[in-house]
């Protein structure tokens, strides 16, 4: 026995793909009346025409009668079989599920969602076409397009060369996180300032330290783009965000490459230019020596959804509350030694300050420049921490989707977002 479902038959304007959805599956026709979308039967129209007529509103019959001329027009296989594509912002826990999902189940994020969302979508049709209302011949097509629409298909190699199967090393673990953050000239000094100590560390055995000093200002380091995203270990079931500032020592630049190649032997021989040369595999190119010393920056740490759908980073909620002990995990990440508490600072300004007073300049500088390099790490860690906020803010996905199946999904959605479905799904599967 038929149901007795009713429809709605005022709709928003932002809903009136499922407003035609109705209007097609009980042959009546969808129209715009005082800025909201109306669903009637054929059996109504000529009263509403009329109406109209009474009404003097003879723009607003007009909108009656386009419609009315499509009741009995079928959608084509063509209709059902054209794409649109649709984008939708997820809440971090959602996306941070949806992601894991699709890399337990080696699928685009993508066709991830299409099957996901086709669950609710199923529900809804059957519900609809158990109305006495609705014309089943129209439910079928429907049905078919649904099916076809939410089943994934198998990726197709993609051949390079004649050898390379590009779908047989496709990463399904690892999502790209886009934010705002990237290099500016504060942070690219700060991040050049680790490197420039990264050269005397590796070479001041090998070079004349004086070497070092003189042309230290000429280091040319440049940055390649910032990395963020999140890989799922399979094998632990977790997972991982990272974040990657890379950089990149190319050499050392000179307006005059001649006048300092002449400078460099009469003051430190032949050897050290050859040395020189050697340790950063350096050609001169441009009036520029290129070499190559890779020199990163980067954290990573496991991060999840817990309780209430808050996301944690090494078990830390990231929020602006522990903003602190974030700045202070990813200080000990970079800088390779625990965080020292603001307080210690005091003692060793004070024994800077003594040793200017007794003009020991060597010892004040040396504390300085400990100073100065924990100031660089903090400062350099708390840009990091934006980035991480940045990052777990909320992520759009896009998919492709027939405009038929528009109208369904708001149904689908009954006054709910995309992210609530999803959930719902998640939870149980």
């Known amino acids: 026995m038929e149901s007795s479902i009713t429809f709605p038959t005022t709709f928003d304007p932002k809903f009136e793909k499922s407003a035609e959805l109705i209007a097609y599956l009980t042959r009546g026709i969808a129209y715009k009346d005082n800025g909201d979308i109306r669903v009637a039967s054929k059996s109504e129209l000529n009263k509403i025409i009329a109406e109209k007529y009474d009404q003097k509103d003879f723009i607003g019959a007009n909108e009656i009668l386009e419609a009315a001329r499509n009741i009995s027009t079928e959608w084509t296989p063509f209709k059902l079989a054209e794409r649109v594509s649709k984008s939708v912002r997820l809440p971090m826990s959602t996306y941070l599920k949806l992601a894991k ?5 080696k699928l685009l994020l993508s066709d991830s969602i299409r099957k996901i969302l086709s669950v609710s979508m199923k529900k809804q049709l059957d519900t609809i076409a158990g109305s006495s209302l609705v014309v089943n011949e129209r439910v079928e097509p429907l049905h078919r397009s649904l099916d076809n629409w ?7 190699k993609i051949i390079l060369d004649g050898k390379v199967d590009i779908e047989k090393y496709r990463d399904y673990s690892r999502y790209s996180l886009h934010c705002d953050y990237c290099f500016d000239d504060r942070i690219y000094d700060l991040l050049k300032k680790p490197a420039e100590r990264f050269i005397y560390a590796m070479h001041e055995e090998n070079l004349p330290k004086e070497m070092v000093d003189r042309y230290i200002s000429h280091l040319k380091v440049d940055d390649l783009p910032m990395e963020n995203y999140i890989k799922f270990n399979d094998e632990k ?3 991982t965000l990272e974040i990657l500032a890379s950089t990149i020592v190319l050499g050392f630049e000179f307006e005059d490459y001649e006048a300092f190649e002449n400078e460099i032997i009469a003051d430190f021989g032949v050897g050290a230019m050859e040395k020189f040369y050697r340790i950063f595999s350096i050609e001169e190119e441009y009036g520029v020596l290129c070499g190559y010393a890779p020199f990163d920056y980067g954290i990573s740490g496991i991060v999840s959804v817990g309780a209430e759908n808050k996301i944690y980073f090494e078990n830390i909620e990231i929020n602006k509350q522990n903003r ?3 700045e202070e995990w990813i200080y000990k990440e970079i800088a390779d030694k625990e965080y020292e508490h603001p307080n210690i600072y005091v003692d060793r300004v004070k024994d800077a300050k003594d040793a200017i007073e007794k003009g020991d300049y060597d010892l004040a500088t040396e504390i300085n420049k400990e100073l100065a390099m924990d100031q660089t790490y903090m400062e350099i860690s708390s840009w990091f921490c934006d980035i991480l906020f940045n990052s777990t803010k909320s992520k759009v996905v896009t998919f492709i989707i027939p405009p038929a199946l528009l109208g369904l999904l708001e149904l689908a959605k009954g006054g709910r977002r995309v992210s ?7 939870e149980v599967v």
Do not use: F, H, P, R
């Open 237 to 239: 079931g977790e997972l």
């Open 420 to 426: 609530d479905l999803v959930d719902e799904y998640l």
């Open 324 to 326: 602190d002990i974030l």
């Open 101 to 105: 999902y699709a890399s337990q189940n």
């Open 150 to 156: 939410s089943t994934t298909k198998k990726q197709k």
